[in-house]
C-alpha cells in the first residue's frame, strides 16, 4: 500500500527531498561555516583607501569588493554618507591620533573591555577595520566593514498552469537556485542577481 502511493508521487517525493536537502545544506553552511577570525585594525592613508588594488591587498579581499569599498569610502569621505557616532581624542598630530585609535581597537577587541571609552560603532565586531587620518578635515575615520551577507535561505511561491506551487530555496552571492512543489509536477528555477545594493 505504501509503496503504491509513493510511486504514484515519486517526483513530489522528489522535488520534496531536493528541497529538504537544499534547505539542509544551507542551514548546515550557515551554522558551520568558517568563521573569518576578526582582523586588527588596517590603518591606511586616506589616498591608499581609494586605490582599489591597495586596499585589495592590505584587506586581502577580491577585485569587486575592493571597488565597492573604494566607492563607500568616497561617499563617506565627501560627505554623503554621516558619521555614526563622532568622539574626540587627544593627540600630538593627526597620524598618531589614527595609530591610537587602532589601537584602542586592536586592545578593546582582544581583551573584550573598553577601557578607552571607544564608541560602541568603534569596536563593533566586522570582518575588517580601517582607520584613516583624515587630512583634509583634521580627524580620523573608522570603517567598519562587514563582508558576509551573501547567503540566504529563501521561500515562495509560484503561481503556474493554473496551479499554486510552494518553493524554498538557497542563495550564496549573486546566484540562486529554488525548487518548487505543488500541482503535480516540480518547477525548478535558477537565478542570478545582476545588481546589488
Request: proline share 3%; hydrophobic share 35%.
Amino acid at each position: 500500500m505504501i509503496l503504491s502511493e509513493m510511486k504514484k508521487h515519486k517526483k513530489t517525493i522528489a522535488c520534496v527531498a531536493v528541497v529538504a536537502v537544499l534547505l539542509g545544506g544551507g542551514l548546515y553552511f550557515y551554522l558551520h561555516h568558517e568563521k573569518v577570525a576578526q582582523e586588527a585594525p588596517k590603518v591606511m592613508k586616506y589616498q591608499d583607501t581609494t586605490n582599489s588594488g591597495k586596499l585589495k591587498n592590505t584587506l586581502d579581499v577580491d577585485d569587486n569588493t575592493a571597488g565597492q569599498l573604494v566607492k563607500e569610502i568616497e561617499y563617506i569621505y565627501d560627505g554623503k554618507v554621516a558619521p555614526e557616532t563622532t568622539y574626540y581624542v587627544t593627540a600630538p598630530n593627526l597620524e598618531k591620533a589614527a595609530d591610537d585609535t587602532a589601537s584602542n581597537i586592536k586592545t578593546t577587541m582582544a581583551t573584550g573591555k573598553n577601557t578607552n571609552n571607544l564608541p560602541t560603532a568603534a569596536v563593533e565586531k566586522t570582518d575588517r577595520t580601517v582607520v584613516t587620518a583624515n587630512t583634509d578635515q583634521q580627524q580620523v575615520d573608522v570603517y567598519k566593514i562587514n563582508l558576509r551577507n551573501n547567503h540566504k535561505l529563501k521561500g515562495g511561491v509560484l503561481y503556474h498552469d493554473n496551479g499554486l506551487s510552494v518553493g524554498a530555496g538557497y542563495q550564496a552571492g549573486k546566484w540562486e537556485g529554488m525548487v518548487y512543489v505543488g500541482h503535480g509536477k516540480p518547477d525548478y528555477a535558477v537565478n542570478y542577481t545582476w545588481k546589488e545594493w
